[in-house]
């Protein structure tokens, strides 16, 4: 199967959680709150393809399939979207348009405050996610910006921790997930700052 056959049915797949919440609306099946439940379902999603797009690097690493890497920027994208979803419900079906009661929420209440900075930091991954602005940018100076998912990320999970009261399970698995993701990261990071010690001090003492 192609790269590009694999996108199509990788693009479906991600719409399916959209799918299926539309059709839990027409149907009768959200919560009783049914404005809380889309939140809290888009959340989950933006959560979920975030971890999963941080997830492809170590996996292509470890299991040696470069061709993941073709496949990280539509799921980053995607977690981009359910957010977007996600802040829209609040804007839309929980504020109506209420900037004032919004800013006064965004300040006074942490745990939007969290959620509102992982967005914001979102913004720019997904405007930057072009090949045309990898161009533009640089390489070196792209990367950089896009450590901003990180960050993202941490923001992403201390609002979930922030906003549940009693079932504080769910987010914890998150934190979990996205520790190892950390961990992973940096192990890469000192075991190739590792391997080019012995060959950058070798250069330093060839003669010159």
């Given at each position: 199967?192609?790269?590009?056959r694999?996108?199509?049915?990788?693009?479906?797949?991600?719409?399916?959680?959209?799918g299926?919440?539309?059709?839990?609306?027409?149907t009768?099946?959200?919560?009783?709150n049914?404005?809380?439940?889309?939140?809290?379902?888009?959340?989950?999603?933006?959560?979920r393809?975030?971890?999963?797009?941080?997830?492809?690097?170590?996996l292509?690493?470890?299991?040696?399939?470069s061709?993941?890497?073709?496949?990280?920027?539509?799921?980053?994208l995607f977690a981009?979207?359910?957010?977007?979803?996600?802040?829209?419900?609040?804007?839309?079906?929980?504020?109506?348009f209420?900037?004032?009661?919004?800013?006064d929420?965004?300040?006074?209440r942490?745990?939007?405050?969290?959620?509102?900075?992982?967005?914001v930091?979102?913004?720019p991954?997904?405007?930057?996610?072009?090949?045309?602005?990898?161009?533009?940018?640089?390489?070196?100076?792209?990367?950089?910006?896009?450590?901003?998912?990180?960050?993202?990320a941490?923001?992403?999970?201390?609002?979930?921790?922030?906003?549940?009261?009693?079932?504080i399970?769910?987010?914890?698995?998150?934190?979990?997930?996205?520790?190892?993701?950390?961990g992973?990261?940096?192990?890469?990071?000192?075991?190739?700052?590792?391997?080019?010690?012995?060959?950058?001090?070798?250069?330093?003492?060839?003669?010159?």
């Amino acid at each position: 199967m192609t790269v590009r056959r694999i996108k199509l049915w990788m693009f479906a797949a991600c719409l399916i959680p959209l799918g299926l919440l539309v059709w839990r609306g027409v149907t009768g099946g959200l919560t009783a709150n049914p404005i809380e439940d889309i939140t809290h379902r888009t959340g989950d999603w933006t959560l979920r393809f975030l971890l999963a797009a941080l997830a492809v690097t170590p996996l292509r690493k470890l299991l040696g399939w470069s061709s993941l890497a073709s496949y990280r920027r539509m799921v980053g994208l995607f977690a981009f979207f359910y957010a977007v979803l996600h802040l829209s419900t609040y804007l839309v079906l929980d504020f109506f348009f209420a900037f004032d009661l919004i800013l006064d929420d965004i300040v006074e209440r942490r745990y939007v405050t969290a959620g509102f900075t992982g967005f914001v930091l979102l913004v720019p991954l997904a405007l930057t996610s072009t090949k045309g602005m990898i161009r533009r940018l640089g390489g070196q100076r792209w990367r950089r910006l896009h450590r901003l998912v990180y960050l993202a990320a941490v923001a992403g999970v201390v609002h979930y921790l922030w906003l549940v009261k009693i079932d504080i399970g769910p987010p914890l698995v998150y934190a979990a997930v996205l520790a190892v993701l950390f961990g992973v990261r940096l192990w890469f990071f000192y075991t190739k700052s590792a391997a080019a010690a012995p060959v950058a001090a070798a250069s330093a003492s060839q003669p010159t």
